[in-house]
């Protein structure tokens, strides 16, 4: 059974630090862009940052640019959102998702296996 499995998500202070991780099973990821996508109540689902099949690109939204960095271990099946100096908006159910695509896009509909989601909570 094809599965992505986020963890790492949960209440942090404002500028603090949380790394999620996606980690696939019944399937590698070697030839799967990774994207990380969130949504936060009453909000759109949104994309945040992806990174290429072959880590050669990566792509961040412009609120995220600086703070969060996004990485993968094809040895572990496994992809990291780094998330730095968090603030208030961006609490949210952070998703990753799989496209069998070699380029990094944040297309929702490019990807084809979506995790369950894991909360980031950032409150003081």
């Known amino acids: 059974q094809l599965q992505l499995v986020e963890s790492g998500g949960g209440l942090v202070q404002p500028g603090g630090s949380l790394r999620l991780s996606c980690a696939a099973s019944g399937f590698t990821l070697d030839d799967y862009a990774i994207g990380w996508f969130r949504q936060a109540p009453g909000k759109e689902r949104e994309g945040v940052s992806c990174i290429s099949s072959s880590e050669s690109s990566t792509f961040y939204t412009d609120s995220v640019k600086g703070r969060f960095t996004i990485s993968r271990d094809n040895a572990k099946n496994t992809v990291y959102l780094q998330m730095n100096s968090l603030k208030p908006e961006d609490p949210a159910v952070y998703y990753c998702?799989?496209?069998?695509?070699?380029?990094?896009?944040?297309?929702?509909?490019?990807?084809?296996?979506w995790g369950q989601g894991t909360q980031v909570t950032v409150s003081s």
């Open positions: 998702a799989a496209a069998p695509i070699r380029l990094c896009v944040l297309y929702s509909y490019e990807y084809d296996y």
